[in-house]
């Protein structure tokens, strides 16, 4: 993920990074604050998951090894969206 152009979720054209909604095909792009609130989503099944696998044992320890997988991606995944975001507005 290096490109420091974002680009419309429908028509795939570049868009500035800032904009919220494509002035090609006028599709509502997803805002930072969805990222922010992925990464809050994601810290919080992590910490969920950890106390799982710490404090429990058996089924409900996998399923919170589980939380604590999908929460590390959530919340990698999420910050490093809105540092792309943030790297592309400021290229401008
Ligand atoms: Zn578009």
Known sequence: MSSDRVRCVECREPIVGDARVCPHCRAVQPSPLL???VVVAGVFA???GVV?????AGTSRL????LLFVGF???VGGYTRYVDRQAAS???
Do not use: P
């Not at 799982?52 to 429990?56: E, F, N, Q």
């Not at 399923?63 to 589980?66: D, E, V």
């Open 35 to 37: 990222d922010v609130g």
């Open 46 to 48: 992590l910490l969920f």
């Open 52 to 56: 799982l696998a710490v404090m429990t």
């Open 63 to 66: 399923f919170g090894l589980a």
């Open 73 to 75: 991606g959530l919340a």
């Open 90 to 92: 400021r290229a401008r």
